[in-house]
């Protein structure tokens, strides 16, 4: 069990996943499992990290709807502490996710999460004495409404001591602010996840080692998710440490990567070596990919 508490602030939704049968068939009918439930980048790893026994608040946003209540309650039974504002006027966020066995696609609409603002932030610091450790999604950055909130996030975390990490959350988004501006927003946080086409966006296309060492003049550790391939950490004062994925049978990767970035946390905040905190996350990871959903079985 990590020592001290992880605020993790971003993301909770509702989750319309459905595991296609085959290709989506456009303009028809595909058959699929279909599944509602949490979501939400950062309301996913604060779920993963209560697992794995991990003090942890997530920071977030709803709507004044049955949803909103429900979804954090959901988190709550899951045993993860919720500084959730209730938002009037907005939807609790929804996403609609297409997943076949290796890949998944969202349509998203974000709703009362772009709502999320600096004294949110600032009121959940505040409530948590007992925090070392603050992880933002790269979603509350990448739209300009939320944005604010994010940036206060890790500014408040620095002045508090806090050691901080950032998810750089999806490429399609991290194209459209662009790769200057992202970068600028995450200089100096102690660890940057990024998947393996968030680090095309943000380094270009190079070997991931390199990619890794490319980012480290904004971050001080870098972790390069690449699927299948495992995953390479990069630390501006230490060699890297490149560790194989897990093979397992493939059942949804929706939240896999929220699921790598608890494991990564909670054996990094117990003072893990790079290749022990990459395995568990790959642990982790393997689990959700295994199953339908994006958070560990009740």
């Not at 459905?18 to 790893?45: C, E, K, P, W, Y």
């Not at 429900?70 to 009037?88: F, M, Q």
């Not at 909130?149 to 500014?155: D, I």
């Not at 050691?163 to 102690?190: E, H, K, Q």
């Amino acid at each position: 069990m990590t020592a001290g508490r992880v605020l993790v602030v971003g993301d909770l939704i509702t989750d319309v996943v459905a595991v296609l049968t085959g290709a989506l068939a456009t303009g028809s009918d595909t058959a699929a499992a279909i599944r509602f439930g949490g979501g939400g980048q950062a309301a996913n790893t604060a779920a993963w990290l209560a697992a794995q026994g991990t003090p942890v608040t997530l920071v977030g946003a709803v709507g004044d709807d049955d949803a909103g209540r429900d979804r954090v309650a959901e988190l709550e039974r899951a045993g993860v502490d919720c500084a959730v504002t209730t938002y009037p006027g907005r939807a609790t966020g929804t996403v609609i996710v297409l997943a076949t066995a290796g890949e998944r696609t969202m349509i998203t609409e974000r709703g009362a999460n772009l709502r999320l603002a600096p004294p949110d932030v600032d009121a959940a610091l505040a409530a948590a004495p007992d925090a070392r450790h603050l992880h933002l999604s790269g979603y509350t950055l990448l739209d300009a409404e939320s944005r604010p909130a994010g940036l206060r996030a890790l500014a408040g975390a620095r002045e508090r001591g806090l050691t901080t990490s950032v998810d750089a959350a999806s490429a399609a988004p991290l194209r459209r602010v662009g790769a200057a501006a992202f970068l600028s927003w995450v200089r100096g946080v102690d660890l940057l996840l990024v998947n393996a086409d968030e680090a095309t966006v943000l380094a270009g296309g190079m070997d991931p080692a390199a990619q890794g060492r490319a980012l480290s003049a904004s971050a001080r550790r870098i972790v390069v998710k690449q699927g299948a391939a495992g995953a390479v950490w990069v630390d501006r004062d230490a060699p890297v440490t490149a560790v194989p994925a897990r093979r397992v049978a493939v059942v949804d990767v929706t939240g896999a990567g929220d699921a790598f970035a608890a494991g990564l946390l909670s054996a990094w905040l117990d003072g893990a070596e790079p290749a022990v905190a990459l395995g568990r996350a790959g642990d982790l990871g393997a689990l959700a990919v295994s199953r339908i959903g994006a958070r560990p079985t009740p």
